[in-house]
């Protein structure tokens, strides 16, 4: 579960100022790819082929950029 977040309004502050903090607050806490990511259900398969597929792509640009240190 994200993390809710919430601002309190400083003294003299605009609301423009606090609307702003409070988005940067939002996306630093993940919550607007949370929503993103939960728009529509997937099956908790798709969600392990996902992470796998992820993980494999993660793996192979490690694999090109030691071998690009390696060439030097």
């Not at 606090?18 to 099956?43: T, V």
């Not at 796998?52 to 792509?57: D, N, P, Q």
């Amino acid at each position: 579960m994200t993390p809710q977040v919430g601002i309190y309004l400083k003294e003299g502050e605009s609301i423009e100022a606090a609307l702003r903090r409070f988005k940067r607050d939002c996306a630093n806490a993940g919550i607007m790819s949370e929503i993103k990511r939960r728009e529509y259900f997937e099956k908790p398969s798709v969600v392990k082929k996902k992470a796998v597929e992820a993980a494999k792509r993660k793996r192979d640009k490690k694999k090109r950029l030691f071998a690009k240190k390696d060439k030097l």
